[in-house]
């Protein structure tokens, strides 16, 4: 017998695609290595002035990023994860032998293969966790956080970990090499690599606990449109420089987004006036207000970190998630929506109480 589908068993397979939280953050940390570089360096070093006439100032004016830290040049991924998550389960106060999973989550890893995570795990000493990574460009990170929610769901799990590294500065020095070879129309596709910042970050996650059930996720959301996955690429983690249609994967990833957070709010029984704080992913300022203003989420609910770190591609909304806490802009008992983005394209969001 053939199958057929109809739209209500397509509806019903999207709604198989909302989750309901059952987890809690219990610990978060964030790594930032090497040197603070200024983009006023980034712009002198790779000559935009007399090579495509770009004025002094113009990296930071168009894309809000005054500094980045980039790491020493024989650092690897799982050195910055390593730190941020040493750090992580030192303040969720969780000795590495309870840690039941680690997934690394990140673009870049130590190697094709074996997985990160077992790097991370031989340094940790959590010798009882099953490992593994997963890879989805800028949104690794957010799926690691829904991956390791469902495997607490299913019982398989009491405390895990998600973590990555990203060295992002692989970028920056390839596109150095392919800026000496292109003209100011070229210029166009590698300017959103000269944000890109190095940073390790890191979440401990358990079960809600049940005397206080509603802290925690409530609720995730992802969508993916796999047809666009020509607007962001790179081809290989070193050597190559990443290329980018911004504006269209703008266009496509505003699109995206403006659908999972109806469908997010929806299963949260949230409003966006409710929403206190939004940690989005961050290509730039422009960008992020932008999307968030078009959905009806002012850029003064958004914490950007972007301005100091720089797109620190899949760390970035763990990142700015600790970083509020660490600033005091995040408290207990506020609704928290994590929005990530990804290329290829895939955005994923979370509804969170503090």
């Known amino acids: 017998m053939q199958a057929t589908t109809t739209a209500a068993s397509r509806e019903v397979g999207r709604d198989s695609r909302s989750w309901r939280g059952t987890s809690r953050i219990r610990g978060l940390a964030y790594h930032l290595p090497g040197r603070q ?43 910055l994860a390593h730190a941020a998550a040493a750090e992580a389960l030192a303040r969720a106060n969780v000795d590495p032998a309870d840690v039941d999973v680690i997934v690394y989550a990140a673009v870049y890893r130590d190697f094709a293969e074996p997985a990160t995570a077992h790097v991370i795990q031989s340094r940790l000493g959590a010798d009882n966790a099953f490992v593994f990574d997963v890879s989805n460009a800028c949104l690794s990170m957010v799926n690691g956080l829904l991956l390791v929610d469902s495997l607490i769901a299913a019982g398989r799990c009491r405390v895990g970990l998600v973590c990555g590294g990203e060295l992002a500065s692989e970028v920056l020095r390839a596109t150095y090499d392919a800026l000496r070879g292109t003209t100011r129309a070229g210029l166009a596709s590698l300017y959103p690599a000269l944000t890109c910042g190095d940073a390790g970050a890191a979440v401990v996650l358990e079960a809600k606990s049940p005397d206080e059930p509603r802290r925690g996720f409530v609720a995730f959301e992802f969508l993916s449109h796999g047809r666009h996955a020509d607007l962001c690429v790179l081809p290989r983690l070193s050597g190559e420089p990443m290329l980018t249609d911004g504006p269209a994967l703008l266009e496509v990833g505003a699109r995206l987004a403006g659908e999972a957070l109806e469908r997010l709010l929806e299963r949260s029984d949230w409003t966006r ?36 770190f720089g797109n620190t591609a899949a760390t970035t909304v763990p990142l700015a998630l600790a970083h509020a806490v660490e600033t005091g802009r995040l408290r207990p008992g506020m609704r928290v929506v994590l929005a990530g983005l990804g290329s290829g394209v895939s955005v994923g969001f979370a509804s969170l109480v503090w």
């Open 37 to 79: 570089v200024q983009s006023r360096f980034i712009e002198e070093t790779f000559s935009l002035e007399e090579q495509f006439g770009v004025r002094p100032g113009t990296l930071q004016r168009t894309t809000g990023v005054r500094t980045r830290h980039l790491a020493d040049a024989d650092a690897v991924p799982s050195d």
């Open 273 to 308: 006036d409710s929403v206190d704080l939004v940690i989005p992913h961050q290509i730039s300022v422009p960008a992020t207000q932008k999307i968030f203003g078009d959905l009806g989420l002012p850029l003064e609910k958004c914490h950007l970190v972007i301005d100091r």
